[in-house]
């Protein structure tokens, strides 16, 4: 440590540039991994705002909400499940009356309001009349605010914003809550007919436990959401850009820290002469590794958050401070590992070299 | 009395069949502690090789080396690194300081990697002697030559070591400096009762030396 810290204070300019690379690929690796969680969470965010283990879906629809339809039946044979909440989907454009150009792709959930998978109130009040709505927060920044009438494109009805719900998207559109009773008006069938309903959402203890009609098939939730169109292919896409720019950022590092001890190896081969240890040599090396990509990274990550802070409302950037943390660990680890690998280029100079003989 | 370095038979052989070359040829040597020791002789006669393998820098070809009894033949560079650290002090012709270290640090380094008996009041001492005690704050870019040697000579006699091996110590100087460091060496070598070996073309030096070797073509022959 001590050769290490001694080189780093003398050389002040060099090893701030050395941190500077290592922050700006903890960096990009940092803001790429908010972008996936940020993305994700446009996906799921409404479901998992549900709480639930499970959801109900017809055999056939290959687990997807829409294209699941379940009979007043259906639901009635559903057993063993703590709390079950039927619910209706519907994917409409919503624009407002007042300015039609505020044109945005919504969901439309139909639930019951006292059921455990209904909005919570962040603004205004649930919906209790026919045609009214509860929308998700994001589309306060689209311009909507409460008492908006709403016109969707698959009704010829107009819907009224009563109430606003935080954390409320799915697919990535902003959700509209409302009724069993409104949902029919939107879809054109009559009120008094029995509601459609796409699944039941299930809270349960043991999911094994529940039972169902063949045609019907119990999916866990995280499965149901690894199901919804795109997400699992956008995850894969990015997970995957992170694993290679770790993967170059690694070689990269190792590739700087070998440069960086190679041009050290006169002087590492006189102090071999004086006979100091390869050991305390290895030492030294890994202590300035480690201690400039602990700086590379702490101020990548404070970098990371500063950006967050100041990034509009519609960048889909989330932070996950867990998965910073083991991307953070991951860097100091392939570091010291490209340490490691430089420290072999040490054990290799012959100090009669390096003195000249 | 146990000489401190001992040759026996030791010679060093580069490059092999038709292409060996004998850079070292078959020398029997011993150096006793408190003696001052020079090797003179013209470039490429060999001094170097000597100087490295009394030094375990490198093992001898045939023949063994011992230092203060110990035979260097089959140790490892871990062991060899160890008799260097513990044993062995250089002087090298290119100053042998760590270029970011102050001077003060270089020799906090050695006190780091190395046990050693110099007290405070030896260490200033060493410093007057020298010449460089004003000179501690400053790194080795910042000294001219014949300071950087001043401070290489200063860290080769800081750990008291058996044997102080100079390559050369006096090639940056300027002839009242060389004599000075000559003199020094001179007076450490009877004060630290260590064996001082020392490489040199500068016939000027011979008068401060117990012993004189000279070198030609791989063979050592004391002189009178």
Sequence with gaps: MFLAWNEIKQNKLRFILISSVLLLIAYLVFFLSGLVNGLANMNREAVDKWQADAIILTDESDKSLPQSILSTDDVSQVKNANHLAPIAQINAIASRVSDEDTRQGVAIFAVQPDDFIAPNITDGHMFGRKGDVVAADYLKSEGFKVGDKVKLSSSDKYVTIVGFTDHARFNAAPVLYTSFETMQQIKGLPIESDPLVNAVVVQSENISTIKVPTSLEVVETETFIEKLPGYAAQNITLTLMIAFLIVISSVIIAIFLYVLTVQKASMFGVLKAQGISNAYLARSVVAQTFILTVVGVALGFALTWLTGAFLPYKVPVQFDILSMLIYALIFIIVAILGAVFSVLSIFKIDPLKAIGG | ?224
């Design chain 2, 1 to 224: 009395m146990m000489p401190t370095l001992q040759f026996i038979d030791a010679s060093k052989t580069f490059g092999d069949g038709h292409n060996t070359i004998k850079a070292l040829k078959p020398t029997t040597f011993s150096a006793n502690e408190g003696e001052l020791i020079a090797i003179i002789g013209p470039s490429g006669s060999g001094k170097s090789t000597f100087l490295t393998i009394a030094g375990g820098l490198q093992t001898a070809s045939e023949g063994d080396v011992l230092i203060n009894g110990r035979s260097l033949k089959n140790m490892r560079e871990k062991e060899l690194a160890q008799v260097r650290l513990q044993d062995i002090g250089f002087i090298l012709q290119a100053s042998n300081l760590v270029p970011f270290l102050t001077v003060d640090k270089q020799f906090s380094l050695l006190d780091r990697v190395k046990q050693h008996n110099m007290s405070p009041e030896e260490r200033t001492h060493l410093f007057q002697t020298l010449g460089i005690e004003h000179l501690l704050q400053q790194l080795p870019n910042d000294l001219s030559g014949g300071e950087r040697q001043r401070v290489a000579i200063a860290k080769a006699l800081y750990t008291k070591p058996a044997i102080l091996l100079a390559d050369e110590p006096t090639a940056s100087l300027d002839s009242d400096r060389a004599f000075e460091v000559m003199s020094l060496l001179q007076k450490q070598t009877k004060l630290q009762n260590n064996t001082t070996i020392v490489v040199t073309h500068d016939t000027r030096l011979i008068p401060y030396f117990d012993k004189v070797f000279k070198m030609t073509d791989g063979v050592l022959k004391q002189e009178n």
